[in-house]
Nanobody
Framework: QVQLVESGGGLVQAGGSRRLSCASS????????MGWFRQAPGKEREFVAA????????AYADSVKGRFTISRDNAENTVYLEMNSLKAEDTAVYYC????????????????????WGQGTQVTVSS
């Protein structure tokens, strides 16, 4: 497992932007496929975005496609989620996630694909 720490959450107006960051406090993230999930009150945790460990291949939930961008800087051992055109329905706790295995071809798009979670960071979008 890898220790993940998210930052960047907060209150933002609808239509605004926010960038979340996810860093590892120990092991390198460069060999893990990484993802972002979110969980709104009373709802299940859902997939948001994921990125391959080396190729840059990405995947997005339909609800955020075209508005959110996942990226990574392996030299900085950090993964980012750039969120634009935010809507009230984007309000949730956002979790950083690492794949179960290193050097994997697959992207973590399901909760069961995730081996390590961050503690979460709250994003609240006011309308």
């Amino acid at each position: 497992q890898v220790q993940l720490v998210e930052s960047g959450g907060g209150l933002v107006q609808a239509g605004g932007s926010r960038r979340l960051s996810c860093a590892s406090s120990g092991r390198t993230l460069s060999t893990y496929a990484m993802g972002w999930f979110r969980q709104a009150p009373g709802k299940e945790r859902e997939f948001v975005a994921a990125i391959h460990w080396s190729s840059g291949r990405t995947a997005y939930a339909d609800s955020v496609k075209g508005r959110f961008t996942i990226s990574r800087d392996n030299a900085e051992n950090t993964v980012y989620l750039e969120m634009n055109s935010l809507k009230a329905e984007d309000t949730a706790v956002y979790y950083c996630a690492a794949s179960r295995n290193i050097y994997t071809y697959y992207l973590p798009t399901r909760v069961s694909d995730v081996g390590s979670w961050g503690q979460g960071t709250q994003v609240t979008v006011s309308s």
